[in-house]
């Protein structure tokens, strides 16, 4: 049993005029513990799929299960608890909180599941630890270089010890040398601690850090390519 | 900067409420001690009528009440507890090389009842000093301070108008009255005393004034009608015939101004609150376009597995909080103008632990109520339209 399984997945956008296909009958399964680029043009639907694979949205039609849960019928707030549980998220803009501190940046994901300030700071100040950014958890993300914004993001994601992480262009607003070393950031934290990690991008440098590249081409899974 | 700017609106309507209603409560209160250092229950009778105008009833009928119009008036009134009969001239009164000019009061022993009045040192005269006219004679406070400085006046002689008079009694102190007047400024005797040593044969058995108590708040209007008519009667005034005295109800006068008063902080603060009204609805606007500059903020923390309670409850909290605040400063703001109206207008304010807990209370219904649109709006986000939102 795969940690994602998604099977016959639709989802159809409505909105004036004509109805738009984003997800076409797509269907996935990913195992625990791989690290899976999805790849495709704008207007692929990978983000969609992205979108549905955390979360964030629900699909039209079809059946989603993770972890064993069927989640493709969940309400908001289910889905909300779901998010702060089992995934970590990070953006190409970082989305930090502007004028908030890298630790408070770090420590909100622990605020929406009711743990202690002591220990919120503890387990904050490990995961700063982990993307090496000790001695900056007082810095505002205005005051961190793009790297390290990203490393605040991702010290966010696995903060809560999500099984899954997703990252949405990770490194599109990063310099090449700076986007090395977060891909190398994703590939310990896929080895190390066994995360299953989840990139969508259209970079084929970053791509080839992972072991699995699905390809995504109007709304269906064009190709599905596994390394060694 | 802006929050600031927001709750201002709260600061000006929470400031200007807790003021209004320590100026009303401070006007309200001064004229209830007013009311109580004239006496509860009050009536006058004074002699010429107020409606006289270019009339005039002749010589004779001018100075008219009398002791036995006070005495009727007493026993055959009904609703009225007790009456006494008032001889009033200001003259100077000498103690050692001391001198000092007061009004004195020639009276009755049950005036000290009827005025809710006691003496502080000493006893008061008696029915037996006015039956046989004995020299004796209560000081009011400020009297006793400039004659006697400190000194116990009780035992001492005064003299007016060159008769000696034994101080039996210190009056208690009693303020000033409504007109400003110093109520302590008094000497009081027996009116018999007053009429045969003091003031002249020309006035005997006439009186300046007679102080009338009724039996009860009720009984004021009934008992003013009835010594009116009771008057009417011993004077044999017709009905067509304009009044040679005049009775006025000192309670119902101080009654209306305190009902004004009431009527002025009610409207005031009603003003004030429009304010209140106009605060939230800065704070309302101003939490609507921070859910709008913060949407990107919401989708962040609804990705990080913030629940719509959560969404609501955050933005809720910061609407209470800036109404809260604002109310504080409001209520510091209304304690410091309450002090300037005291300091340079010399209004008396009071400000009451309810009118804080008003003021207090309507600024968390504001925050609370303003708050929750925009909490609500920005829980209703959707996850990836709030992530993407620039």
């Known amino acids: 049993m795969g940690l994602v399984e998604i099977e016959n997945v639709n989802r159809i956008y409505m909105p004036e005029g004509e109805p738009v296909k984003a997800l076409d009958n797509v269907s996935l399964v990913i195992e625990s513990g791989e690290f899976v ?16 694979l955390g979360c964030l949205d629900t699909p039209t039609s079809g059946s989603y299960i993770l972890d064993g849960t069927p989640v493709s019928s969940m309400g908001h707030d289910q889905l909300a608890e779901i998010r702060s549980y089992k995934m970590g998220f990070v953006f190409q803009g970082f989305n930090l909180i502007p004028r908030t501190s890298a630790l408070e ?44 914004q990203q490393r605040v993001a991702i010290a966010r994601a696995i903060v809560n010890d999500a099984p899954i992480i997703m990252a949405d262009e990770p490194t599109g607003n990063l310099d090449t040398k700076t986007s090395k070393e977060i891909m190398e950031l994703f590939v310990r934290l896929n080895v190390e601690k066994g995360k299953t990690i989840i990139v969508v991008t259209h970079e084929p440098d970053v791509a080839a850090y992972s072991r699995r590249i699905v390809r995504f081409l109007d709304g269906r899974i064009t190709g599905d390519e596994r390394k060694r | ?35 109580a250092s004239i006496g509860s229950n009050l009536l006058i009778a004074f002699p010429g009528a107020a409606t006289a105008g270019g009339h005039s ?80 004679c209560m000081l009011g406070q400020t009297v006793a301070n400039n004659l006697f400085f400190g ?36 000497i009081y005797v027996p009116i018999t005393t007053a009429q045969k040593r003091l003031f002249g044969s020309q006035l005997y058995n006439l009186v300046s004034i007679i102080f009338i108590k009724a039996k009860s708040f009720e009984d004021l209007e009934p008992a003013e009608r009835d010594i009116t008519s009771l008057l009417q009667q011993r004077h044999h005034i017709g009905p067509k015939q304009d009044n040679d005295f005049t009775v006025r109800n000192l309670t119902a006068i101080i009654q209306s101004a305190e009902m004004a008063v009431g009527i002025l902080t009610t409207l005031l603060s009603t003003i004030a609150s429009v304010s209140l009204l106009v605060g ?58 309450s002090w300037l109206f005291t300091y340079f207008a010399g ?19 504001v925050g609370i109520f303003f708050g929750f649109y925009p909490a609500y709006k920005a829980s209703r986000l959707n996850p990836i339209d709030a992530l993407r939102y620039e």
């Not at chain 2, 700017?5 to 007013?34: P, R």
């Not at chain 2, 704070?283 to 629940?307: C, D, P």
């Not at chain 2, 209004?347 to 219904?365: C, E, H, N, Q, Y």
């Open chain 2, 1 to 35: 900067m802006r929050s600031a700017l927001t709750m201002l609106g709260m600061i000006i309507g929470v400031g200007s409420v807790i003021t209004m209603m320590a100026v009303g409560t401070g006007a309200g209160q001064k004229i209830s001690e007013q009311m």
């Open chain 1, 37 to 52: 680029s999805i790849m495709g043009p704008s207007g692929s639907g990978k983000s969609t799929f992205m979108h549905i």
């Open chain 2, 57 to 136: 009833m002749g010589a004779g009928t001018q100075s008219t009440l009398t002791v036995e119009d006070s005495e009727a008036i007493r026993t055959e009134c009904s609703g009225v507890k007790d009456a006494a009969p008032l001889v009033n001239k200001a003259l100077q009164v000498v103690y050692g090389n001391q001198n000092w000019s007061t009004l004195v009061m020639g009276t009755t022993p049950n005036m000290l009842d009827i005025r809710d009045w006691g003496v502080s040192a000493g006893r008061p005269f008696g029915w037996e000093d006015v039956r046989s006219a004995t020299k004796v």
């Open chain 1, 105 to 148: 940046n770090v420590e909100l994901p622990m605020l929406y599941t009711g743990m202690g300030a002591a220990e919120r700071k503890r387990k904050a100040m490990e995961a700063l630890k982990a993307v090496g950014l000790e001695g900056r958890e007082k810095h505002n993300p205005n005051e961190l270089s793009g790297g390290q």
């Open chain 2, 280 to 337: 939230g609805i800065g704070i309302m606007n101003i939490m609507l376009v921070s859910v709008t500059e913060r949407t990107r903020e919401i989708g962040i923390r609804m990705s990080v597995g913030a629940k719509t309670s959560d969404i609501r409850f955050q933005f809720i909290v910061e609407a209470l909080s800036l109404s809260l605040i604002g109310g504080a400063v409001g209520i510091a703001i209304g304690a410091g103008g």
């Open chain 2, 151 to 186: 000194m116990n006046p009780v035992g001492q002689t005064v003299r007016i108008k060159n008769v000696p008079f034994a101080v039996i009694g210190v009056l208690k102190k009693k303020g000033q009255n409504p007109s400003g007047q110093d109520q302590d400024d008094t």
């Open chain 2, 347 to 365: 209004w008396p304010t009071i400000i009451t632990a309810w009118s804080i807990f008003m003021a207090f209370g309507f600024s968390v219904l």
